[in-house]
């Protein structure tokens, strides 16, 4: 069983950065692929950017304007967000699974966090 735990949502204007935080429970963090998923109102929960042990995945809207990182020693992962858009604006959630294939390629990892929301003001 994980629990993951998200913070650092906020409101920001375009063009701006913030930095999202997911802390999870569980002794083997380590052995997972934590991704970060969004969904915006009216729209579908789409994929943004995941982690494993070796490799991390960006969706093609985020390639070089934002970066995962992960301690395994602190259970957590970053997200740091830059150059923010409006269309950026979402709720994020925080989700893993110790399938890669299911938390790159699908919406149903295994556990989920309760969600942080991100506004990018134009």
């Known amino acids: 069983q994980v629990q993951l735990v998200e913070s650092g949502g906020g409101l920001v204007q375009a063009g701006g950065s913030l930095r999202l935080s997911c802390t999870a429970s569980g002794r083997t963090f380590s052995t997972y692929t934590i991704g970060w998923f969004r969904q915006a109102p009216g729209k579908e929960r789409e994929f943004v950017v995941a982690?494993?042990?070796?490799?991390?995945y960006y969706a093609d809207s985020v390639k070089g304007r934002f970066t995962i990182s992960r301690d395994n020693g602190q259970n957590t992962v970053h997200l740091e967000m830059n150059s923010l858009k409006p269309e950026d604006t979402a709720v994020y959630y925080c989700a893993a699974d110790e399938d890669t294939k299911v938390v790159t390629r699908t919406i149903y990892p295994a556990y989920w966090g309760q969600g942080t929301q991100v506004t990018v003001s134009s």
């Open positions: 982690i494993s042990w070796s490799a991390t």
